[in-house]
């Protein structure tokens, strides 16, 4: 009986799908339903392939998601050199099998002699390029120090085993997809400009798909930090060339700054959403963990289900969110060691409940009503996430930047890595917007070993006291509203956690006083709905570079790269 009706019933659909195509004289579009890489005993999600082979083989090697996360964060310097690094910095939230959380800080500081107004000329004006190209640019770099300090805590195998798959790749070189190529490309004037050598991305005539690249100082580096640990990058002769790269370019990063640099472990921002989850995430000096939390228990004013994915109620509602939620954030964040982040007032029920209650179905709030700011643009640049998941249920969750694309554009000479332009993210003078359109103040102005603001979003989830979801993004200002979106998609739009990945994303910031729409994001109808509620449309080809891992209800991880949108590879065994 049963296969009788389920006969019918296909009948019926296809009678419809045949006469809806007669009707409209277009074949009726399938939604395909796409999955991520199922597997049960470890999970390794990255941007590159490369990467996550050999985060996967450290998994295989018995190796926990830490050793894997190590590994995977020098391959990244290798084989993604225009996010991946060692010359930078990041952010690990971490989640134990037995359910220990918490959070490590590899940030970039401020050299010792930074001062708040290094960025402004006499008459106070901010010379713009100044933080962001060249040595003056670059920010302690935190990852080195970061990678000991997690493998100190949480490691098992040797620390040389997890560096040296990334000294080999160096040594012996790889390959260029099309979209690493095309990177290499765009910024080849840049390396020209600002490098005093004839550095390896550099190319008569351009790179193409399949071209070979080796880094032979590179490996050297990263053998010394193979065998000596911290030491290998923040004394010797690592360290040498670096301050080297710095006099030559009227850099301020000296040995002292680079000795004294610590990765900082610090208590994650945890909040519950729903009944359900648990929100572990980043916490200042990031503003991602703060942000998120505020967004999703704002969410949980409102029926996003009902709303619909990507409807003008639910862009229409996230903006408004959004948008008070970026004006907290360039007013209140900072880094906790030097401003006093009102962090519970923050996160208090009494401030949210007001905070959202003035947002309006019939109109937009303006910007300028909520707090004065003056932006200009997005520029689009680079970081990079990666999700790990063991058989023990270990995560981690890393968000790891060299800023902009290739960081400051400078390779350190005899060292073969690219330095940050970390420096970009404070505030250079209050009001002005940064690379990300961010404007900051007192909270995120320029301070000695001060880290600055970050957007990055590592996350971590739970259901009902398990591990449910392993989450990050690379895009500025925009981490923190894919990070939002990509969790909304599955807890609210009932979606898988390709589908959320995949899904095209919108951005709101506060300032500029805009919706952003990823190309393809909204049919027409939708742009005019929100036109028709006050709101000014902006679109961009991508938004976000999602990695993510969801832990299934039976057990297996479900790994979704970001693979609709670059080389992003999901390896699970
Ligand atoms: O820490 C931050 O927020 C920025 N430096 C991140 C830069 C970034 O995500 C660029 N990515 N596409």
Known sequence: MKRFTFLLFTFFLLALATTNCRMSEKPVEKKEVVR??????????????????IGLQILKKGGNAFDAAIAVQFALAVCYPRAGNIGGGGFLVYRKGDGEVGSLDFREKAPKSATKDMYLDKEGNYLTDLSKRGALAVGVPGTVAGMAAMHEKLGTLPFADLVNPSVDLAQNGLQLSEYDAGRFNTYQEDFAELNRFEIPLLKEGGWSKGDSIKYPNLATTLAL?????????????????????MKAGNGIITHEDLEAY???????????????????????????????????????????????????????????LQRRVYADRSTYLGDMDFYDVPMDWLLGADYLTKRFGDISMKQKTNSQDIKEGKVEVIESVETTHFSIVDKDGNAASITTTLNGNFGSKVMVKGAGFFLNNEMDDFSAKPGEPNMFGLVGAEANKIEPEKRMLSSMTPTIVEKN????????????????????????????????????VNAKKTHSQWLPDNIILEEGAVDDSVVEGLKALGHEIDSRPSLGRMEAILRLPDGRLEGAADYTRGDDTALGF
């Open 36 to 53: 991520g890489v199922i597997a049960k005993n470890g999970m390794v999600v990255t941007a590159n392939p490369y990467a996550s082979e």
């Open 225 to 245: 930090i193979r065998d000596g640990g911290r030491d290998g990058f923040y004394k010797g002769k690592t360290a040498d060339l670096l301050v080297a790269e």
């Open 262 to 320: 610590q990765a900082v472990w610090r208590d994650p921002v945890v909040e519950n959403y729903q009944e359900d989850y648990r929100i572990i995430s980043m916490p200042p000096p990031s503003s991602g963990g703060i942000a998120l939390v505020q967004l999703l228990e704002g969410s949980e004013f409102f029926d996003f289900t009902a709303m619909g994915h990507n409807s003008v109620e639910s862009i229409h509602v996230m903006t408004e």
């Open 465 to 500: 006291g398990e591990l449910f979801m392993v989450v990050g993004t690379p895009g500025g200002a925009t981490i923190i509203t894919c990070v939002y979106q990509t969790i909304m998609n599955v807890t609210a739009h009932g979606m898988n956690i390709q589908e959320a």
